[in-house]
């Protein structure tokens, strides 16, 4: 078997967790590799928080995903109103313990 053909029975094998965000998913062979950490950077304006808020949402509404949203940049109110805005609601999914918001500033 050459080396191509093990990574990519490899590949296969791997568990991976759906990311929710269309399209996303068939660029990176079906999700992100589970146990793996994901640091999601870039510029202001790029969409991070577009990104960010779709996938913990859509982890936790449509695959009963618990996660964890961290934010240096963003205070908590300015966050949620932010996510009210793509009409996503934080304050039930916290209540649920399906997701948990935390922000370095108040």
Known sequence: MDSNAALNGASLMTK??????????ELIEGGFLKGHTVLLAGN?????TIFSTQFIFNGATQLSE???YATLEEDAETLKDN???LRFDPEKLE?????????SRR
């Open 16 to 25: 991976r967790i759906k990311s929710g965000v269309d399209g996303l998913d």
């Open 83 to 85: 996510m009210f805005r």
């Open 44 to 48: 202001t304006g790029s969409g991070k």
């Open 95 to 103: 209540k649920e313990r399906m997701i948990k918001l935390l922000t």
């Open 66 to 68: 618990k996660g964890v």
